[in-house]
């Protein structure tokens, strides 16, 4: 008996092989197809269901979908659960060419893989997003992000250099991926500096969930800090070259995201309410003073139970999908009172549609669906069983649109050995 339901006129035409091995792509902001959806790039893993640990392996590679045969291309020590070792196809063909993060002679780095001559070429940085002409990239320093991002990060080098609350030489780093030349293009003490809030003199600071807008011109990236064991965020656009930034509105949460075309950008966060909300206003005002985190939030924990629902509503402001135009303050909202909580979205870009997922319901389940904007109708796809929840190697569907939007490519855990699953509506 499957552990998903998938809802007719859609269908599962492909699922990964149950042959004692773990199957996953990783994020939701690359395809896994390549252009004509003959190959499917892929991680292959000997075990699931627990963290990374110094010395797993992680198998590169691509099923070929005439026959589902696995070619293996290479293995990697640098790769996590949820974003895996960063594996995408390269732009703009997305068909011949492999990237991916690894590690060489001690330190981070990247490969090139040319499919049909078999050839690697070694990039002295590891990459997060590749530009659309496929000519440079960005990157993070993973040596900073093993001591501050559990799950995100890669084992393996524990360099103490890093562990420090805000690094001087972090940042982003633009890699040309022609020349291998690397350089920093924006600094996390900068970000740090810019309409600094008391709390960051003793927080912990990275910057990371990098996306390159559809033309490249600019990027977003967040900022995130943890205090208080909570990660908080503020999220940034700035031109490719590191110039011009912007700050969207300082709602202190931001989650996942996706460029609706050029000059708009879509993510989850909580909008302020309205300055007459005096519950919200006073709480704005404590938290920028610091006490909110240090002294009365243990209280609210222990009374929020007591508290009329009105009260707590207002505090625990539930996140909506927002559409900003870029370099504005200005949003509508998408969705709203239908998509709640958080989902990983992708636009469709032949049509004024959505694609989203949700994280467990209560009884394990994950759903995924396409959102009609125009009609404010949702298409429930299917429901995903889901063994891995609410930890740094749960199974989140993370669903992907192949480049002519006609597959959906998941990753589940509705069995103990995840799988990469492609569903198409017939």
């Given amino acids: ?5 998938v809802n007719s006129p859609w269908k599962v035409i492909f699922e990964t092989p149950d ?53 293996k291309i290479d293995q990697t020590l640098a790769w996590n659960w949820q974003q895996g070792s960063q594996l995408q196809w390269l732009p703009p063909l997305y068909d011949e060419q492999i990237v991916y993060n690894t590690i060489i002679k001690g330190r981070f780095a990247s490969v090139i893989y040319t499919i049909s001559t078999c050839r690697r070429q070694v990039i002295p940085f590891p990459i997060y997003a590749i530009h659309p002409t496929g000519k440079e ?26 562990n420090k609350l805000a690094p001087e030489e972090d940042g982003i780093f633009k890699i040309d991926l022609e020349s291998s030349q690397v350089e920093r293009v924006i600094s996390l003490i900068d970000i740090v500096n810019h309409q600094k809030l008391p709390e960051f003199d003793f927080s912990a600071h990275w910057l990371e969930h990098i996306m ?32 011009n930034l912007f700050m969207y509105p300082d709602n202190l949460f931001y989650s996942h995201y996706d460029w609706k075309d050029e000059h708009s950008l879509t993510i989850w966060t909580k909008i302020n309410v309205s300055s007459n909300n ?9 938290r920028k003073k610091n006490i909110l985190i240090n002294f009365l939030k243990p209280i609210y924990r222990s009374v929020k139970n007591l508290l009329p629902k009105k009260i707590t509503t207002s505090i625990d402001q539930p996140s909506k999908l927002v559409t900003f135009t870029d370099k504005t303050q200005s949003y509508y909202l998408v969705g709203d009172n239908i998509l709640t909580g958080n989902g990983h979205q992708s636009w469709f870009r032949l049509s004024n549609k959505l694609l989203n997922d949700t994280y467990q319901d209560e009884n394990n389940y994950r759903h995924l669906m396409v959102f009609d904007c125009d009609n404010e109708e949702v298409e429930y796809v299917g429901k995903f069983y889901s063994h891995y929840n609410d930890c740094v190697f ?15 490519v998941i990753d589940s855990a509705h069995t103990e050995k995840r799988k990469m699953m492609i569903i198409k509506r017939n």
Wanted: with cysteine; net charge neutral; charged share 25%.
């Fill in 19 to 71: 042959d004692g091995y773990s199957y996953f792509f990783g994020y939701y902001d690359k395809p896994a197809l390549n252009r004509d959806n003959t190959l499917l790039l892929c991680h292959r893993v000997a075990f699931d269901g627990r963290n990374v640990k110094d010395g797993d392996i992680a198998e590169i590679g691509y099923i070929q979908m005439a026959d589902g045969h696995f070619t």
């Fill in 212 to 243: 390159y807008s559809p033309k490249g011109d600019r990027f977003m990236f967040f900022h995130r800090w943890r205090l208080d064991d909570t990660d908080i965020s503020r999220a940034y656009t700035v031109s490719s070259d590191g110039k």
């Fill in 1 to 5: 008996m499957h552990n998903y339901h």
């Fill in 394 to 408: 749960r199974c989140d569907l993370h669903p992907k649109l192949s480049i002519d939007e006609r597959y959906i």
């Fill in 278 to 286: 005096g519950v919200v206003s006073l709480l704005n005002v404590i």
């Fill in 137 to 162: 990239a960005l990157g993070i320093q993973y040596e900073r992000h093993y001591w501050c991002r559990p799950g995100y990060n890669y084992q393996n080098i524990k360099n103490e250099k890093w």
